[in-house]
């Protein structure tokens, strides 16, 4: 598995790096990275439906416990053949919906890799913080993925929103994850299976967890960002926006569901997000003529249906919530191709520009898809959405006697019937039948999709048929995916026909009453207009991010202001002052004896010349004899490092002092040569109240840190050094060989930052000097100019 | 490296210049350069060290800077400021990493003894050089510092006597002055 994993990183860090060449072709280069999984998978389907995992395992960071631990059981089975099935589907797709070379595009098929790679490792992932890991790069490459199109601002916009509250979400849930490995005394979730944790702190770690799942599956109030990322060419909202990313929270609380559902407040939770959802999102997909929006909306409200079934924690439940993963994996990835291909063949995704198309077989093909596809998606029997919505409704009849477990059962009907009724929405609207008389006919005389290019939805149609009408095919995987999930489970067969039985009359229900709100649109979307404008004081999700984002910028600026206020007496004070009185009680607290202040004659004299010339730093006029002044005491400390016998010291403080005192000069000539205080007249006062207070503090540090090691029975550590300088450090100046050696490291560290300190002063020296650069081509101007850029001359 | 002083600053006008400052200089500079790789080389056992020894030859280039100006400063090297200071960090960090090529611990010194001519036994250690990185990246940051700093005004609003902030009206105070020294 770890070799999967990592041919999907050289495949797609290759392409990125050296895809330029490629071209289209680089999808071709990326399929393989699927294809190899979906062969391996394949070989190993039997063992582990068989109920032996494959697990492999790699340490990480030894120290803290951290492994990466892969382990594919059955359920992990179910999501590799989503990932990377749909990853092969969508590479072959790609070749079609990019039919011309453009930039950006190897670019595109390498991250597109990098995060199949990623959305592997988080279903494979035994070991939660592994989880996490690939959980983020998920995040980051989805990012990198909508704001593709890096030139469109609305690209960028949407790419940010998308991060912002999926990585937001994904730090909460990190957390939440490291709650419940303490609480549980192990990371991995296989272990957790059987010994999971409880108590409040757990019930407090698992609602974070649950923020995380929400953000990533795009649930309410969280769900704004999936439509926003619509902006993303269709393969990779086809891939990640409806067929694997954003499954991930659905797989986690899926994971999570059969250990801590009944925990706290997680049951409740989970219905009442999952239930808000899947209603929101029906609603407001109905109202959409952005077909790709339509699904957006559509996929949010089918994420929440996932959530109703996976997270109550009821086997019966979950295996519905497998086929529908299955179920709608086909049916999505198919309708969103289908909508790439509209939209690459007439430029248009509105329903009320499509008018119906030619009568090329190829559109037939495309419009026997959609209708297939839309259908499952309404939960029309025999396709395989209908036996995922049969076994859902069932089971919570069954087996939904648990708080609210009729009120979702309800909130499942409704909302399906609104999935009906923004599916005959979808394929009135692909078939042209929503198509305004007075919008321009361009669908018609449409060229047809290619083979290749319509190929790919084929397939899924195919399926979505096949298990449709024969379900034994997939049963043994949904099985034992149930199993996994839940150890000791005996879930019920996977039938196309279930009997006359209650799910049965309510499916009819919903289907009866989905014809009638079809039938009736108009008068339907009039009400809607209506009570929409009066609900519009409930902030809608969208607005929600925006206002915190409005929030954050305000809280910031108010801050800065606060606490910059530009004054630079303020801020040195405010340092000064931290620096030296915080620490001031432990010092003065540790302060028992003086020592003997004056040990030779010559500190008299030294001491003499300092206080003086310090005193006459403050008091002259003149900025360059101030700086001369400074330079006087400077002096004066090496002639006190000498007293000392430490010569190096000397040495050093006299060579600093001097070109201090020059670079001094240097500056201070651009400068007026004196003075002239304006600052109000308490504020002299004040200063020296400040300098008296960091004087005082510092005298006090000084004492207290040389008689610091009094008490202490270990050798000191300049004792330990000045004995290993010669036999170690091959030096009988034992400074500089601390310097080079035993500190060497702290010397490459000051060394860089001269080097940074140099290059800063240059540059503040001569903000003015700068040439006159030609103005910088505009991206847009390139990108009109064709494929090859066209750089100004002077650039080139 | 040109050891003369004043011709290195033929724009300076003659009645500007100091006469015992300049010839001092020429005895001088060689003098403090010399005690600068005194300072580098014996480092490791007595007094010294590279960083002082590029504080040193920064002093020496000060005096040359109050004789001649920036451009005396910068007709002492003719490598660029910024090429000493890179090469200085790369010295000093290429010393700390061979060692680890060598299979060794970062940083790790090692140390050979050679007989030279006149001074006989000699150990140098590779502790020497990266000395040495550390007496570059000084002497190139204060070669730096002049360059950014120690430019001749010109045309920029200076300070009458009066101690007033404020720019004196362009055309009346405002003089040109080359070099830090005014008389």
């Known amino acids: ?796 | 490296m040109t050891v003369t002083g004043s011709e290195t600053d033929p724009g300076a006008p003659i009645d500007r210049r100091i006469l015992i400052l300049d010839t001092s200089i020429r005895i001088l500079y060689p003098s403090i350069l010399v005690l600068a790789l005194y300072f580098v080389f014996s480092g490791h056992n007595r007094p010294g060290g590279g960083f002082v020894g590029g504080l040193v030859v920064g002093a020496g280039l000060a005096l040359r800077y109050v004789s001649g100006g920036a451009a005396a400063v910068r007709a002492t090297f003719r490598i660029p400021p910024h090429v000493i200071l890179g090469t200085g960090l790369f010295l000093s960090a290429s010393t700390a990493l061979v060692p680890l090529l060598l299979g060794g611990a970062i940083l790790e010194h090692g140390d050979v003894e050679v007989d030279l001519p006149i001074f006989g036994a000699v150990k140098i250690t590779s502790a020497l050089s990266f000395d040495l990185g550390v007496d570059f990246v000084v002497i190139g940051l204060i070669l730096m510092a002049f360059a950014a700093f120690g430019e001749d005004l010109v045309d920029s609003p200076d300070a009458s006597d009066d101690g007033s902030d404020d720019p004196a009206p362009s055309g009346v105070s405002t003089r040109q002055r080359r070099g830090p020294v005014s008389r």
């Open chain 1, 1 to 796: 598995m770890f070799a999967l994993l990592a041919l999907h990183v050289v495949v797609g860090i290759g392409i990125v790096a050296g895809g330029r060449a490629l071209g289209r072709r680089a999808f071709l280069v990326a399929a393989a990275a699927p294809l190899a999984t979906v062969i391996w998978v394949a070989t190993k389907a039997s063992e582990v439906l068989d109920g032996r995992p494959v697990t492999e395992s790699f340490v990480w960071i030894e120290q803290l416990g951290i492994s990466i631990d892969l382990r594919l059981d059955a359920f992990a089975l179910v999501m590799v053949a989503l990932v990377s099935g749909i990853g092969l589907l969508i590479c072959v797709y790609s070749l079609g919906y990019f039919s011309h070379d453009q930039p950006g595009l190897a670019r595109l098929a390498g991250v597109l890799t990098l995060f199949a790679g990623a959305m592997l490792g988080v279903v494979l992932s035994d070991h939660l913080i592994a989880l996490f890991v690939f959980w983020e790069l998920t995040s980051i490459t989805s990012f990198l993925l909508i704001g593709n199109g890096d030139t469109s601002a609305r690209a960028r916009a949407a790419a940010v929103q998308a991060i912002f509250i999926t990585a937001t979400g994904g730090l909460v849930m990190f957390a939440g994850l490291i709650i419940i490995g303490q609480a549980g005394g192990t990371y991995r979730i296989s272990e957790l299976l059987l010994d999971p944790p409880t108590g409040t702190t757990v019930n407090a770690g698992l609602v974070l967890v649950l923020v995380g799942a929400f953000t990533k599956s795009a649930q309410a109030p969280f769900s704004s960002w999936l439509p926003a990322a619509m902006v993303a060419p269709t393969p990779v909202s086809a891939y990640l926006h409806s067929a694997t990313m954003v499954k991930a929270g659905v797989y986690l609380v899926a994971r999570l569901a059969p250990m801590f559902a009944v925990a706290g407040a997680w049951r409740p939770l989970v219905l009442v997000v999952g239930a808000t959802t899947m209603l929101v999102g029906g609603l407001r997909a109905l109202r959409q003529h952005d077909l790709k929006l339509l699904l957006a909306y559509g996929t949010v409200s089918q994420l929440g249906f996932m959530m109703l079934l996976f997270g109550v924690g009821d086997y019966h439940i979950a295996e519905a919530g497998i086929v529908l993963i299955l179920a709608h994996g086909a049916f999505k990835a198919a309708l969103f191709m289908v909508v790439g291909i509209v939209d690459h063949e007439t430029g248009t995704r509105d329903v009320r520009e499509l008018h119906g198309f030619g009568s090329a077989t190829g559109w037939r093909v495309v419009e026997v898809v959609a209708v297939v596809s839309a259908a499952s998606m309404a939960g029309l029997p025999p396709l395989f959405g209908f036996i995922a919505k049969e076994k859902a409704i069932d089971g919570y009849l069954e087996h939904g006697d648990f708080a609210g477990g009729t009120a979702a059962l309800v909130v499942i009907v409704l909302a399906s019937i609104l999935t009906f009724a923004y599916s005959a929405r979808f394929v009135l609207g692909v078939l042209g039948h929503l198509g305004e008389p007075d919008r321009e006919v361009v669908s018609v005389d449409a060229h047809a999709p290619s083979a290749l290019f319509a190929g790919p939805a084929v397939v899924l149609a195919i399926a979505t048929v096949l298990f449709g009408l024969a379900p034994v095919l997939v049963d043994g995987l949904i099985g034992g995916a149930t199993t996994a999930l839940y150890p000791g489970s005996d879930p019920a067969p996977v039938e196309p026909f279930a009997g006359f039985n209650t799910a049965l009359l309510l499916s009819a229900v919903i289907i009866g009453c989905g014809v009638v709100l079809t039938v009736l649109r108009r008068p339907v979307a009039d009400v809607q207009a209506r009570t929409s404008a009066g609900l519009a004081v409930i902030p809608s999700s969208e607005q929600g991010f925006l206002a915190v984002l409005r929030g954050i910028s305000v809280a910031a600026a108010r801050v800065t202001a606060t606490v910059q206020n530009g004054s630079l007496p303020i801020y040195l004070a405010i340092i000064v002052l931290t620096v030296t009185l915080v620490p001031f009680a432990a010092f003065a607290s540790d302060l028992d004896d003086l020592p003997q202040f004056i040990e030779q004659p010559a500190h008299v004299a030294l001491v003499a010349i300092m206080v003086a010339a310090g005193l006459g730093a403050c008091i002259v006029r003149h900025r360059i004899a101030a700086a001369l002044m400074l330079g006087a005491v400077g002096y004066a400390m090496a002639g006190l490092y000498v007293a000392q016998g430490a010569p190096d010291l000397a040495l050093t403080q006299f060579s600093i002092e001097t070109l201090s005192t020059v670079l001094f000069v240097l500056v201070l000539r651009f400068l007026p040569r004196s003075w002239r205080h304006r600052a109000p007249a308490i504020a002299t006062p004040l200063r020296i109240v400040v300098a008296g207070a960091v004087g005082v503090a510092v005298f006090v540090f000084a004492l207290s840190s040389s008689a610091a090691r009094s008490d202490v029975d270990e050798p000191s550590m300049s004792e330990v050094m000045i004995e290993s300088s010669l036999p170690k450090g091959k030096g009988a100046n034992v400074v500089n060989v601390i310097l080079v050696d035993f500190r060497g490291w702290d010397t490459m560290g000051e060394i860089t930052v001269l080097l940074v300190a140099a290059v800063g002063a240059v540059s503040l020296a001569r903000p003015g000097r700068r040439r006159d650069e030609p103005d910088a081509p505009v991206f847009e101007e390139i990108l009109d100019a064709g494929d090859e850029p066209k750089l100004p001359e002077a650039l080139r």
